[in-house]
């Protein structure tokens, strides 16, 4: 058997960053950011969402990601260490949404793609803060993942929507996506490698997805109510984003068993 790993000792600030981390992508979900907010469960708007809205919903995701993707792959930046414009985007994102919430859910076919590319550029720009480099193709892939750390499938019974639980069964589609667009330099959408990672992270994100369009359905939220849900919704991303390129900073210097050891004991 292989001998167990021996934690190495993280500098102090380093391990104030992972952290920090650690509270970020282990906040509850994006239900949960939205009833602190509006001070209610939003349970009552699933009941309002039409009843053909899931077999829709999985073709509008697949949709935007495809569009997400090919955003990432062709229109990311290079290196550069300037602090994120975290507000910046959430107001464009807000934007989007309060138009969706005043024309409702025939929107979103619209609204999703261009979000979707306003939050991988902020997601990029976090990254970039961090001190990676979104002009590489792996990077740019790193991006897309965060839309998959949002949600779990809730019919899997099986499902860990862990952090690393998420990497772990993420990592293979990615490896291959990435290979594949290198190799091709082009995005195939009917091309394995790429068909299996859009449902992968879909299947994730799009339980998100739902979240956000149950909450714009409460009565109570209206038209002005669509801006702030979005805003909580690309919030939610740019913390699971500054979590996961802080861990992805720490393993570039230490190895991801080693950031992984010291994660998992980590207290919050």
């Known amino acids: 058997m292989p001998d167990a790993l021996v934690p190495i000792e993280f500098e102090a600030n380093e391990l104030r960053d992972l952290k920090i981390a650690k509270s970020k992508l282990e906040y509850p979900s994006l239900t949960g950011r939205i009833a602190n907010v509006l001070g209610k469960p939003i349970e009552a708007g699933f009941k309002l969402l039409p009843k053909e809205f899931n077999n829709q919903l999985s073709e509008i995701v697949q949709s935007a990601l495809l569009k997400g993707l090919d955003f990432a792959v062709f229109t990311l930046g290079k290196a550069d260490t300037a602090e994120s414009q975290d507000w910046l985007h959430k107001l464009l994102v807000a934007g989007s949404g309060a138009a969706g919430g005043v024309l409702g859910l025939a929107t979103l076919p619209i609204e999703l793609p261009i979000s979707t590319c306003i939050m991988l550029r902020s997601i990029a720009d976090i990254a970039r803060s961090e001190g990676h480099d979104i002009s590489l193709l792996e990077v740019k892939f790193d991006c897309l993942e965060v839309l998959a750390f949002g949600g779990g499938s809730a019919n899997d019974e099986m499902a860990d929507n862990s952090y690393w639980v998420t990497r772990s069964l993420l990592a293979r589609s990615v490896t291959e996506a990435v290979e594949y667009v290198a190799k091709r330099g082009v995005i195939e959408e009917a091309a394995p490698p790429i068909l299996?990672?859009?449902?992968?992270?879909?299947?994730?994100?799009?339980?998100?997805?739902?979240?956000?369009?149950?909450?714009?359905?409460?009565?109570?939220?209206?038209?002005?109510?669509?801006?702030?849900?979005?805003?909580?919704?690309?919030?939610?991303?740019?913390?699971?984003?500054?979590?996961?390129?802080?861990?992805?900073?720490?393993?570039?210097?230490?190895?991801?068993?080693?950031v992984r050891l010291m994660y998992e004991g980590i207290k919050i």
């Open 196 to 258: 299996r990672l859009i449902t992968s992270i879909a299947s994730r994100f799009g339980v998100v997805i739902t979240e956000e369009l149950a909450a714009k359905a409460v009565p109570i939220v209206g038209a002005v109510g669509g801006g702030t849900i979005n805003l909580l919704f690309t919030h939610h991303f740019q913390e699971l984003a500054r979590g996961h390129f802080i861990v992805k900073r720490l393993e570039k210097k230490y190895g991801t068993e080693q």
